[in-house]
């Protein structure tokens, strides 16, 4: 399709509104119509106009002057996550690594600077936030993210980077942007990715990816753990083989 076609196509209102929504998704405590203005870049007409719209389809709540997401989007995601979606067929695959390992099996796709969990086998108790499907954390300091990154091509990369609000999570947060390539680089390299406690202290996770048919890859799988009980060598050597062996077997998805 050449650009004047998608020109012609392209309906900025919706992408806007799709925007407002993405908003309110990162602000669960509700926003005013004038905070939404600003964080969207909008009139406060224009916001008002999508926050209203948004009211009456039932996508939101309101409260006085401030506007929250309903639980109908989590409805939508629902739907899509069980309705024979990629996720089903692979919470099978997952459910056996995390009980052959007694570890978490999780899988996400990279939206903006955040992985997105899609599906969750829960295993031991690792984090002290809750994990579960819809649940964000930022791409830059997890396996997951380090393998969805090293999808991107190099202009999409660098263009993540520049926009990357990169915070020191714990001591050993990687946050120069240079190493952070780096690291994105070895993950593609190597076919996997090993985050050690960047994320949060006492917490190791590997994650592989999952690629469709023409090799792009389009989730990521991963296993957590906790820091004593798996080194870093032993999660490779243990770990990883189970994780590929799963991640192979999610695949052929694609070409069933």
């Known amino acids: 399709m050449d650009e004047e076609t998608v020109s012609r196509d392209h309906v900025g209102s919706l992408e806007r509104g799709l925007a407002v929504m993405e908003i309110l998704a990162r602000h669960p405590q509700g926003m005013t119509l004038t905070e939404m203005a600003e964080e969207a870049s909008l009139t406060r007409a224009g916001a008002r106009r999508f926050l209203l719209t948004l009211v009456a389809t039932g996508y939101a709540t309101r409260d006085g002057r401030v506007f929250s997401l309903s639980p109908r ?3 939508v995601a629902r739907t899509w996550l069980g309705g024979g979606s990629l996720w ?3 919470a099978p695959i997952m459910r056996a690594v995390a009980a052959q390992l007694n570890e978490a099996c999780s899988a996400a796709i990279l939206s903006g600077p955040d992985v997105v969990y ?8 690792i984090l002290s936030v809750s994990l579960e499907v819809g649940t964000r954390l930022p791409a830059y300091c997890t396996s997951m993210g380090r393998i969805l990154l090293g999808g991107l091509t190099p202009g ?3 263009a993540f980077l520049r926009q990357a609000t990169v915070e020191r999570r714990t001591p050993k947060t990687i946050t120069d942007k240079k190493l952070l390539a ?3 680089g070895k993950a593609q390299a190597d076919g996997f990715a090993i985050v050690d406690e960047e994320l949060e202290l006492g917490l190791r996770s590997i994650a592989v990816p999952i690629r469709d048919r023409s090799g792009s890859t389009v989730a990521a799988i991963n296993v957590s753990t906790q820091s004593a009980r798996f ?5 490779e050597r243990e770990i990883l083989p189970a994780l590929f062996e799963a991640g192979q077997r999610i695949e052929d998805f694609f070409v069933v």
Do not use: H
Not at 118 to 125: C, D
Not at 231 to 235: D, H, K, N, Q, T
């Open 73 to 75: 989007l989590l409805t």
């Open 88 to 90: 089903s067929f692979a």
């Open 118 to 125: 899609v599906a969750r086998i829960p295993g031991r108790r």
């Open 156 to 158: 999409e990369l660098d």
């Open 182 to 184: 780096e690291a994105v």
């Open 231 to 235: 080194s870093v060598a032993e999660m």
